[in-house]
Each structure stands twice: as C-alpha cells, then as structure tokens.
C-alpha cells in the first residue's frame, strides 16, 4: 500500500507537516475544517499536525481497542499536554507519534486537540 506523506490541505493547498495519510495526498487542514464545519469548533486528532497539542480526556482514554487503551493508561498522563510528532491517517484507523514517546505509536481515538490552537 502506498502511503502519501506531508499531505497538503484540498482547500487551501498548505502543506500538513507530519501528516501521513494513507489514501491519497490531500487532507482537510483545521481552519478550512472549521470554516465549513457547522458547528465552527473541531477539536478532532484528525485534524492535526506536527507541532499540536494533544490530551486524554477521561473520556478519551477508554476508546479504542482494549490494548489501545491500556497502553495510554500506562504511559499517558490525563489532561497532560502532549505534542504530535506525526500522524498517520488510514481507512479504518488512524495512529499518532507524540515527540514526548517518538517511538511509540498510539491509536488516534484516545486523544484531541487541544481547545487553545
């Protein structure tokens, strides 16, 4: 499977660091999201880039799979800022490397953006 790496933005064309999107070269960045998101809010993980800060939420920290979960449990501290190094978007799933655990992969479903960017 190719992978497209640095993914550009299919409304404003700027270039998405650390952006990995499995199925194609474009992505949507978080101000054109927000500009055409009804609720003008969105602090998906999918909307990330390298250099965002991220947290657990004591919601967040129990989706995913069971392993998914008790590996941010183990390593992750709730409500702690944490700064993606890289996401990868793919079909079914999508995986993050924070720069605190830069060889670590975690399921993106655990984490959001934070409020202030």
């Known amino acids: 499977m190719a992978t ?18 499995d199925y194609g070269n474009t992505w949507v960045c ?3 999201k927000i500009e055409n998101d009804i609720h ?3 602090l998906s993980i999918l909307h990330a880039v390298a250099g965002d800060k991220v947290i657990v ?9 069971s392993c998914d979960s008790q590996q941010v449990k183990e390593l992750i ?3 702690y800022e944490y700064t993606v190094k890289s996401i990868n978007i793919g079909r079914s799933s999508s995986r993050l490397v924070l720069e605190e655990f830069p060889n670590k ?3 993106a479903v655990n984490f959001i953006r934070c409020e202030n960017q």
Do not use: Q, S, W
């Not at 497209?4 to 999107?21: H, Q, R, T």
């Not at 939420?57 to 799979?65: H, K, L, P, R, S």
């Open 4 to 21: 497209f790496p640095n993914a550009k933005c299919e409304y404003c064309g700027i270039e998405l660091k650390g952006v990995i999107n």
């Open 30 to 32: 978080r101000d054109c």
């Open 40 to 42: 003008r809010t969105n």
């Open 57 to 65: 939420t004591d919601e967040t920290v129990e989706n995913g799979y």
């Open 77 to 79: 501290d709730i409500g």
């Open 105 to 107: 992969t975690f399921n």
